[in-house]
T-cell receptor
Framework: DAGVIQSPRHEVTEMGQEVTLRCKPI?????LFWYRQTMMRGLELLIY????????DSGMPEDRFSAKMPNASFSTLKIQPSEPRDSAVYFC??????????FGPGTRLTVL | DAKTTQPPSMDCAEGRAANLPCNHS???????VYWYRQIHSQGPQYIIH???NNETNEMASLIITEDRKSSTLILPHATLRDTAVYYC????????????FGKGTKLSVIP
């Protein structure tokens, strides 16, 4: 199994631009999680899905952030418009409803 | 309120056992203890979890005190590749298994 796949691995953009991060979970996993990691705030859960349905988005910082999961094998996290304070590493993780979450390699986002 | 307390950093000599403590004095009866680690620039990696009994797998052992207010993760023979931040997480695991990561313990394995 290839594990959780995220793209791009690195993204550099300018303030005000739209950013889309992508995630392919492990096949057969029905839970998908988006996390953000910064030095100041550590690793934070943004949103999670169960069977493609968003269950809890209370961690999403503001309306500029949105996440979708159109099917079991693909999810996106979009930031529009992006701001410098959004610079962070964004992780996607999936699980089959057990305590063991499998994390992707992350996307390092830099907003100039 | 933080559910767990861990030392910010620890050193361990290569080849020796690394014992990472975690206090979770407010843990409730249905809450599990999970351990994850994050090697620099990688995503977190699941290590082990337990409820009441001690657990062992190919990576580590988890020792939970009888009152469940603290636990210790043991890496029996630490290698340089075990240098990472180790997170102790307490959660009920009911349904979604949402994980709340604290600051963790930065373990440095010294040659």
């Amino acid at each position: 199994d290839a594990g959780v796949i995220q793209s791009p691995r690195h993204e550099v953009t300018e303030m005000g631009q739209e950013v889309t991060l992508r995630c392919k979970p492990i096949s057969g996993h029905d839970y998908l999680f988006w996390y953000r990691q910064t030095m100041m705030r550590g690793l934070e859960l943004l949103i999670y899905f169960n069977n493609n349905v968003p269950i809890d988005d209370s961690g999403m910082p503001e309306d500029r952030f949105s996440a979708k999961m159109p099917n079991a094998s693909f999810s996106t996290l979009k930031i529009q418009p992006s701001e410098p304070r959004d610079s962070a590493v964004y992780f996607c993780a999936s699980s089959s409803g057990t305590p063991q979450q499998y994390f992707g390699p992350g996307t390092r986002l830099t907003v100039l | 309120d933080a559910k767990t307390t861990q030392p910010p950093s620890m050193d361990c000599a290569e080849g020796r056992a690394a014992n990472l403590p975690c206090n979770h004095s407010t843990i409730s009866g249905n809450e599990y203890v999970y351990w994850y680690r994050q090697i620099h620039s990688q995503g977190p990696q699941y290590i082990i979890h337990g409820l009441k009994n001690n657990e062992t797998n190919e990576m580590a052992s988890l020792i939970i005190t009888e009152d469940r207010k603290s636990s210790t993760l043991i890496l029996p023979h630490a290698t340089l590749r075990d240098t990472a931040v180790y997170y102790c997480i307490v959660d009920s695991g009911a349904g979604s298994y949402q994980l709340t990561f604290g600051k963790g313990t930065k373990l440095s394995v010294i040659p």
